[in-house]
């Protein structure tokens, strides 16, 4: 997990991270409310911006610098060893009707914890789906784990990500030939259609 560390480009106005090796990318969205919250040692870090989703890592990229400072942040996916959703509460009606809102508990190979929150506009809800997909599916494929051994709960997608490893041959769905780098010429993949 790292905190404004993230190597940046500018393009057309807008912030990019600057790729790694063989990165593909699958999800971008933007306006997202982005926050993490540390637990040892406590912190707090909000920021509005956007919202990335590769093969390799999750990445948010704040429109202007929060007061305390904080402009970006991403994680590799390789890093994480549990990633649990946490669970609408009945009686927190603040919460359960809050439903743009994907909020995770995740660990990470080096223990340490820390839950992300990401609130898509009421209008990009579908959004939030898009990348709760493909972060079920991506988790599960870069730690190489079947979904129901996944550390700390149930993946995201059960159905998907059951579909995604059973299925990776050139006939499944969910194969894919395409490249993915959203720098390329301007095409973009399905993802940002």
Do not use: C
Not at 7 to 15: A, D, F, L, M, Q
Not at 135 to 157: D, N
């Amino acid at each position: 997990m790292y905190i404004n560390t993230l190597p940046i480009r500018i393009r057309n106005g807008h912030k990019f991270p600057v790729p790694l090796e063989n990165e593909s990318y699958y999800h971008r969205h933007q306006p997202v409310d982005f926050s993490i919250k540390l637990k040892n040692p406590s912190m707090v870090q909000s920021a509005t911006g956007m919202i990335f989703l590769t093969d390799k890592r999750i990445i948010f990229i704040a429109y202007e610098p929060s007061p305390d400072g904080f402009e970006n942040f991403y994680v590799m996916l390789a890093d994480v060893v549990s990633s649990v959703k946490q669970k609408k509460n009945f009686f927190d009606f603040n919460n359960f009707f809050n439903q743009n809102t994907l909020s995770l508990d995740i660990t990470l190979r080096d223990k340490k914890t820390f839950n992300m929150s990401i609130t898509y506009d009421d209008e990009d809800i579908e959004q939030k789906g898009i990348f709760e997909d493909y972060y079920g599916m991506l988790l599960s494929w870069t730690t190489k784990t079947k979904p129901e051994k996944i550390v700390g709960g149930r993946p995201l997608s059960i159905t998907t990500l059951n579909t995604f490893i059973s299925g990776d041959r050139p006939d499944s769905a969910y194969f894919s030939t395409w490249s993915t780098n959203p720098f390329r010429d301007g095409d973009k993949p399905p993802a940002y259609s």
